[in-house]
């Protein structure tokens, strides 16, 4: 018998080859909950990974969304970002599994996401240079970990790369054309140029809803040499 880690609702593990074979794959949910994760599948924007059937035909064109366009359109960005891939669609059961993880300091949710983030790895990034998004020294200090670091941990050649000058809430005070056109929020860790230059690299987050923080976190890594940026996050927003 198994506890569900979100609702502690207790479930029997179905036995699956994988499982009896030892090369784990061991259910966390109970599927109540796990029926309510939407996971990303079907045709997507080859860009930013969102479902494309979810979407007015008005709004893609040739397997990108408009907004990708508008992103690849803009000189300013053009160039600084290869692809997103998402496990989930953003919609209200995850929104509370990832605020009780991130604001709550459930970190133990974690793990949730780790099965499936080492398969995306494996099959977008294979031998990719990883990353996340820093939190600011303040939020760091005030929450006790960051959660994009907990889900990136599990991947291989893992780095933390890039620290937070502007604080998250500060930032997103200010319009997106004031964000948008201010210098980024990042800056690169001392000391691990070694580690960007000519790397294929990933940057992990909980959410990609814009694509701005990963744009602007991969420009400051392109700054320093990067060959690729692309991202791997929880939810697409
Ligand atoms: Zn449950
Ligand atoms: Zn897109």
């Known amino acids: 018998m198994s506890y569900c880690l979100y609702c502690d609702t207790p479930f029997m593990e179905q036995v699956s080859w994988s499982t ?5 794959e061991e259910e966390q949910l109970c599927s109540a909950c796990r029926s309510k994760l939407n996971k990303i599948s079907g045709e ?3 860009v930013c990974g969102r479902m494309l059937l979810t979407l007015d035909e008005r709004y893609y064109n040739n397997h990108i969304c408009n907004d990708c366009t ?3 359109e803009n000189k300013m960005w053009n160039g600084v970002f290869q ?3 998402s496990l989930y669609e953003y919609n209200e059961f995850l929104k509370e599994v990832i605020a009780r993880f991130k604001y709550r300091g459930d970190v133990v949710l974690a793990t949730l996401f780790h099965q499936e983030i080492q398969k995306m790895y494996d099959k977008h990034f294979p031998a990719h240079i990883v990353t996340y998004i820093p939190l600011s020294q303040e939020r760091l200090w005030e929450r006790g970990f960051n959660q994009a670091e907990e889900v990136a941990r599990v991947l291989p050649k893992c780095h933390s790369l890039l620290v937070r ?3 998250e809430e500060k930032q997103s005070k200010k319009s997106r054309n004031e964000r948008l056109a201010k210098t980024t929020p990042f800056t690169i ?3 691990v140029e ?3 230059r000519n790397a294929d690299i990933i940057i992990v987050d909980d959410i990609y809803t814009t694509g701005s923080t990963v744009r602007q976190a991969g420009k400051v890594l392109k700054q320093v040499g990067a060959n690729s940026i692309s991202s791997l996050t929880i939810a697409r927003g």
């Open 20 to 24: 009896f074979c030892g090369v784990g």
């Open 165 to 167: 000058l502007i604080d």
């Open 70 to 72: 508008r992103w690849n």
């Open 44 to 46: 997507i924007c080859t």
């Open 83 to 85: 692809k997103n891939r």
């Open 194 to 196: 070694t580690f960007i």
């Open 189 to 191: 860790k001392k000391g």
